[in-house]
């Protein structure tokens, strides 16, 4: 017996295999038919996102507190002006006064981080609804990509990746200058040394699972049993790779949180445990 397909619903003969033309594509009206909360994802991304760039852009433009002997806000280092608080990188040259040293250096971190990956799928996602979600229309009619401007500067990822890795040295170095006292001897060691060795550590596993550094280790190999060193090299970043978007958010709060730690030591408002 043969039956017929209700109207409207897009199903023709072709199913029965007797020759007919492929069924369309149902047209569904509803911007997505999800029933759960998808939304939730995009506006908590908004939200830490602003929040972020909110409070550095606050500290940045702030030019104070960001010295307490031994220690220096991850937001202001490398500061390379004469007028700099501190000693704990050379002065390169003398910049107007009204200018905070943070401007200097933030575009490396801050191109690092807007051309990553990860976080264009994020703020792609949650600002520009590019989409919003899986499974959910997106408001958009044409996508060009990655061709044109302003988006076309996301293809300098790598060379902010390469720029990023001599700021972990820095911030590196700091970590470890923070194992000095206020006379300057070693054999210091207070809750900021621990906070800065934090953020310096989460700062490399940022950057070692990025994906331009899976790229720069392995991609190009075409046989990986005549390079073994850099095929277990490549093994290990793409292990880290797995989690780069945990060690984008978490170190992202990290240096937050550092500079937030360095801002009350300087202001007075807390005191800096020792453990000796």
Not at 43 to 58: E, I, K, N, Q, R
Not at 145 to 159: C, D, F, I, K, S
Request: a positive charge; glycine letters at 8%; hydrophobic letters at 45%.
């Amino acid at each position: 017996m043969t039956t017929t397909a209700p109207r409207g619903t897009g199903a023709t003969s072709a199913g029965r295999g007797d020759g007919g033309p492929a069924p369309r594509r149902a047209a569904i009206a509803a911007r997505t038919l999800r029933t759960d909360r998808w939304w939730l994802q995009p506006l908590l991304t908004v939200v830490a996102l602003v929040a972020f760039v909110a409070y550095s852009s606050f500290r940045a433009f702030q030019n104070a507190h960001y010295f307490s002997e031994p220690y220096i806000s991850p937001f202001y280092s490398p500061c390379l002006t004469t007028g700099c608080e501190g000693d704990t990188f050379p002065e390169l040259f003398t910049g107007p006064s009204w200018i905070s040293p943070a401007i200097y250096i933030l575009v490396v971190p801050l191109g690092f981080r807007l051309t990553c990956y990860y976080y264009r799928k994020a703020y792609y996602r949650s600002f520009w609804l590019s989409p919003p979600a899986c499974a959910v229309a997106e408001p958009h009619r044409r996508y060009t990509g990655e061709t044109r401007l302003p988006l076309l500067g996301q293809n300098a990822h790598r060379y902010f990746f390469y720029l990023g890795l001599l700021f972990n040295v820095v911030l590196t170095y700091d970590a470890v200058l923070a194992f000095r006292d206020e006379t300057g001897a070693w054999g210091h060691m207070g809750l900021g040394t621990l906070v800065l060795l934090a953020n310096a550590a989460l700062l490399w596993l940022y950057s070692l699972s990025c994906h331009s550094c899976r790229h720069v280790v392995g991609g190009r190999l075409n046989s990986f049993s005549r390079h073994p060193l850099r095929y277990r090299a490549w093994t290990l970043v793409s292990r880290l790779n797995g989690r780069h978007m945990q060690f984008a958010w978490i170190s992202l709060f990290g240096v937050a949180l550092a500079d937030l730690y360095v801002l009350l030591l300087a202001t007075g408002t807390i005191a800096d445990p020792r453990f000796f």
